[in-house]
């Protein structure tokens, strides 16, 4: 039973070593400015990026937060915000977009950016509209001044409760006051979600298992 217990025990730090300084960070865009109700309507993750300090951000929209979907549906907009604490950030950070390439972005140190109300920081945005607007958003950011870590972004903006936001058009819903929307704000309630482990992880985790259960099936009296 000792030896039993060892293994777990080993398993455990071994899981822990694997996650050590690996932070992801799960949020929903969970609000609207319209009446929509419902949702979730899209995730957010951030994590670190161990090797070279950069900080990973995806945005995945639920198509199943809508009542229809258009061929032209997706994120046009995205906005979040930084608590690096350098003053010099606007000149050090560099965004690096991986799905879409075309995006652009804008950062300002001082106030929200946003065409309609104040959302965040930095505003994501594509160069155009329709099917220019992506269901998947995936890119990095780093800076030269040192490495970047998940939590950093992970705070609201200076004058809303908002963590991170972004429009999202092309698709059809019904809100409560009966009429029906095409596009929408939609926002973070700064609530984390529980993170999804990573395929390695759960390898990981169910092999320790299986030897467990392989040692234990051995060492029963014939």
């Known amino acids: ?6 293994c777990v025990v080993a398993a455990m730090a071994l899981l822990a070593t694997v996650d050590a300084g690996a932070t992801t960070l799960n949020y929903y865009l969970d609000q609207n400015n319209s ?46 915000n930084e608590n690096t604490g350098d003053p010099n950030f606007a000149k050090d950070f560099i965004v690096q977009f991986s799905s879409p390439t075309t995006w652009t972005n804008q950062y300002s140190p001082t106030s929200d950016l946003g065409g309609v109300g104040p959302y965040g920081k930095f505003e994501l945005s594509d160069d ?9 958003l995936d890119f990095y950011l780093r800076s030269l001044a040192g490495a970047l870590s998940a939590e950093e972004f992970a705070v609201t903006s200076p004058s809303t409760t908002y963590m991170f936001a972004g429009h999202i058009g092309g698709f059809s819903d019904v809100g409560s006051d009966g009429l029906t929307y095409d596009s929408a704000q939609f926002a973070s309630s700064g609530m984390p979600v ?29």
């Open 35 to 80: 009446t929509l109700t419902g949702g979730p309507w899209a995730t957010v993750t951030l994590s670190d990026d161990a090797d070279d300090g950069r900080v990973h951000f995806t945005v995945d929209l639920l198509k199943a937060g809508y009542d229809s979907v258009g061929p032209n549906f997706g994120l046009q907009d995205f906005y979040f």
């Open 128 to 136: 155009g509209t329709g099917n220019d607007r992506t269901t998947h």
């Open 194 to 222: 529980a993170p999804i482990p990573e395929p390695g992880t759960m390898t990981l985790l169910g092999a320790g298992f299986f030897a467990l259960a392989v040692r234990s099936k051995r060492r029963k009296p014939a």
């Open 1 to 6: 039973m000792k030896q039993q217990l060892s």
